[in-house]
């Protein structure tokens, strides 16, 4: 505990003064927790009744059973379903045997069988637990060990369990409802209030709130729940979330993701409950608060200051589902926070591929409130359509068909019909000077390039070193794809390997970081070193363009700063990256290209390479080639929180003197009989720079 508290102080002592005080502030409000129990006193069933002032538990169960909620919870007929998604009966089904038989695969684990009953406070990843003490106590980091506390958690959420759910909807078979009671009743009974790792940061509770809200719709009344004792347990667990999360609001003035879900689940539990004057406390200022994070967490241009398009998603379904809630029950959405949710399902249908798989930029863990189809985890092409449709009755894009799972669970097959219904919108070049994000697009190509901020406000958080750097998706396929996650405390050194410079296409002088790393204890911090300069974005019908630069290298000589122009040339569908440098001095320079998993790279001659990803052949061209080596390297990308894959990287460095480099990746189609000289000349005519 000694080294726990250690790493505090050492950690606060980087924090901003108001910072810290919150943080003593809520250390303060925890002392009366460690010696008392549940904020359910006496006879939990007793307290229940009047809390919210019915005759009689049954009376309880009832009134929140009849009450709206914002996800569907009806019963899919298997002949409808069939019609509109053929595989999804079939898929669910199979999900709530393998529940059954208490297998998962969470979190890259692939499918590990767990022991009955589940100790619900191991890492059963790492063979490592916590024990059930008071949630201060809980090292979260667990920095001397190989040990990741987000698996408990994971498993803790329950999403596993929403198979088995969906079988119910569209079975009714009662094995599904007494296996899913089975389940509570053992997590309700192996984590004690805000005792051991599934309290020890107040949204791991916030995200239950979602899930187990959810599952009282579908199961209320089915007859393995009509056991009161089970009732009552279940009732006063989710009580008890709620008093936590309004305990423990993680508001410490620069807030992410974190506060939006607590904030959420406290509007989800008023909400969900009968109004008492508690419950309408929380829900007001959970309320409240969600109003003034969405303007502080959201920028202008709709993208999620966090610096992730995973934590994007996230966020902004967290921002969602307690709006719809709301209006469900009659009451108010500002139209502003209404339209900030429709910026961000603008910049989701921006920076997704034609086939709806986002970009790995920044972290991913896949996070979210809910998770109802069998998309692949960067899958995000069922959210603009999904933010439509509950917002205003209509989808302004048709999602890919992959969606159908996730807009028929969440909203019903009235709409899926109408989002099937909606226009195939190509997808747009597009600016989103707030977040930094540039798009390109032309056909089936697809180019983001990051030219924003650190993210968190500056702070590091989600965000990675990846200024300058861009994915690239040429005639279809992927050919330069951004390494994503991996993990957090389970391996330190990978954690700040998959965020740093190097595991990023962009240029890297003298092997330095473009942001500081602020110490190996900060998993989720960096320096606010490169500050982004855009000096031109320009998108016309033959070409696209942005150069932009960042100050990260300045500490190192005044002026060093890395210049980069990339141009996605229409005409024929071709990726043109030109480096330069301004400063003087000698340095070591170092230019990566992460090409995607399975791409082959085979020198021709000085200077040229054939590309083959899947079925497309590209030519990749670097000139002047004598005035840098080339390297074909192997590296690592993570497409999913917990697994990593290796693919090519090339690798261009020189020392000496700053000098420039460019790279082109063209179809090896129709190329041109002299390729550098007509990279040269297209550049130029589209840059006007020389």
């Known amino acids: 505990m000694s080294s726990l508290w250690i790493n505090r102080i050492k950690r606060?002592?980087?924090?901003?003064?108001?910072?810290?005080?919150?943080?003593?502030?809520?250390?303060?409000?925890?002392?009366?927790?460690?010696?008392?129990?549940?904020p359910v006193s006496g006879d939990p069933e007793s307290f229940l009744r009047r809390k919210f002032r019915k005759a009689s538990l049954d009376d309880l169960w009832e009134a929140i059973a009849a009450q709206p909620y914002p996800i569907s919870f009806r019963t899919l007929a298997p002949r409808s379903l069939e019609e509109i998604a053929p595989d999804e009966a079939n898929r669910v089904?199979?999900?709530?045997?393998?529940?059954?038989?208490?297998?998962?695969?969470?979190?890259?684990?692939?499918?590990?069988?767990?022991?009955?009953?589940?100790?619900?406070?191991?890492?059963?990843?790492?063979?490592?637990?916590?024990?059930?003490?008071?949630f201060r106590d809980i090292n979260v980091s667990d920095q001397g060990r190989e040990s990741d506390i987000k698996v408990p958690w994971e498993l803790s959420r329950l999403q596993w369990l929403t198979p088995v759910a969906q079988a119910y909807l569209l079975d009714r078979d009662e094995k599904y409802a007494?296996?899913?009671?089975?389940?509570?009743?053992?997590?309700?009974?192996?984590?004690?209030?805000?005792?051991?790792?599934?309290?020890?940061?107040?949204?791991?509770?916030?995200?239950?709130?979602?899930?187990?809200?959810?599952?009282?719709?579908?199961?209320?009344q089915s007859e393995a729940w009509k056991d009161a004792g089970f009732q009552t347990s279940f009732l006063g667990s989710l009580y008890e979330h709620g008093a936590f999360c309004a305990k423990y609001l993680e508001n410490f003035g620069t807030n992410g993701n974190h506060l939006t879900a607590d904030t959420g689940a406290l509007v989800f539990i008023a909400e969900f409950f009968p109004q008492c004057e508690e419950t309408c406390r929380w829900g007001e200022t959970g309320w409240r608060m969600m109003i003034s994070e969405i303007f502080k967490q959201v920028h202008e241009d709709g993208a999620d200051f966090e610096g992730s398009a995973s934590y994007h998603r996230m966020v902004a379904e967290l921002f969602l589902w307690p709006a719809i809630y709301r209006k469900m029950k009659g009451k108010g959405v500002p139209e502003i926070y209404v339209e900030r949710l429709r910026k961000m399902a603008a910049f989701t249908a921006a920076y997704m591929a034609p086939d709806g798989l986002a970009?790995?930029?920044?972290?991913?863990?896949?996070?979210?409130?809910?998770?109802?189809?069998?998309?692949?985890?960067?899958?995000?092409?069922?959210?603009?359509?999904?933010?439509?449709?509950?917002?205003?009755?209509?989808?302004?894009?048709q999602p890919p068909a992959n969606s159908a799972g996730e807009i028929l669970w969440s909203l019903g097959e009235e709409a899926w019909a109408k989002a099937e219904a909606a226009s195939a919108v190509p997808p747009v070049s597009a600016a989103f000077p707030d977040a930094g994000v540039y798009v390109m697009t032309s056909g089936n190509s697809h180019v983001v390039v990051d030219c924003g901020p650190v993210g968190y406000g500056g702070r590091g958080g989600h965000g990675h070193n990846d200024?300058?750097?861009?994915?690239?998706?040429?005639?279809?396929?992927?050919?330069?794809?951004?390494?994503?996650t991996y993990v957090y405390t389970q391996d330190i050194e990978a954690r700040n390997d998959f965020r740093s410079t190097a595991y990023h296409s962009t240029p890297q002088i003298d092997g330095e970081e473009i942001n500081r790393f602020t110490g190996p204890e900060d998993l989720f911090s960096l320096l606010n070193d490169g500050v982004p300069e855009v000096r031109t974005w320009r998108t016309e019908a033959t070409a696209d363009l942005l150069i932009g630069s960042h100050s990260g290298y300045e500490r190192l000589s005044p002026g060093l700063r890395p210049v980069r122009a990339i141009i996605l040339d229409k005409l024929s569908s071709g990726l043109i990256v030109?480096?330069?440098?301004?400063?003087?001095?000698?340095?070591?320079?170092?230019?990566?290209?992460?090409?995607?998993?399975?791409?082959?790279?085979?020198?021709?001659?000085?200077?040229?390479?054939?590309?083959?990803?899947?079925?497309?052949?590209?030519?990749?061209?670097?000139?002047?080639?004598?005035?840098?080596?080339?390297?074909?390297?192997?590296?690592?990308?993570?497409?999913?929180?917990?697994?990593?894959?290796?693919?090519p990287v090339l690798c261009f460095a020189r020392s000496g003197p700053l000098a420039e480099l460019r790279v082109a990746i063209l179809p090896a189609t129709d190329l041109p009989d002299d390729v550098e000289g007509w990279v040269n000349e297209t550049f130029s005519a589209h840059a006007e720079i020389n």
């Open 12 to 38: 606060a002592t980087r924090r901003r003064p108001a910072e810290v005080m919150r943080h003593g502030w809520l250390e303060l409000k925890s002392v009366s927790d460690r010696f008392k129990g549940s």
């Open 467 to 484: 200024c300058l750097s861009f994915e690239a998706r040429l005639k279809g396929v992927p050919v330069i794809t951004d390494s994503g």
């Open 578 to 647: 030109r480096d330069a440098f301004e400063g003087t001095g000698e340095h070591d320079l170092t230019i990566r290209y992460h090409l995607s998993i399975g791409a082959a790279l085979e020198r021709r001659k000085p200077g040229l390479w054939q590309l083959v990803v899947g079925d497309e052949e590209f030519v990749l061209c670097a000139s002047p080639h004598t005035e840098w080596t080339a390297e074909i390297r192997s590296g690592s990308t993570s497409e999913k929180y917990g697994q990593r894959v290796e693919r």
């Open 93 to 134: 089904r199979a999900g709530a045997e393998k529940a059954m038989a208490y297998t998962v695969d969470l979190l890259g684990s692939g499918d590990v069988t767990l022991e009955d009953p589940i100790d619900w406070s191991a890492d059963f990843k790492n063979a490592a637990g916590w024990p059930l003490s008071f």
């Open 359 to 397: 970009p790995l930029w920044g972290d991913s863990d896949d996070g979210r409130p809910f998770i109802f189809g069998g998309q692949s985890p960067s899958q995000h092409g069922y959210l603009p359509a999904l933010i439509g449709l509950a917002l205003d009755g209509a989808a302004e894009m």
């Open 178 to 220: 007494a296996f899913v009671k089975t389940i509570l009743e053992s997590w309700i009974e192996g984590n004690p209030y805000a005792r051991g790792p599934n309290w020890a940061v107040t949204m791991e509770p916030a995200m239950r709130v979602f899930t187990w809200t959810w599952l009282f719709h579908v199961f209320s």
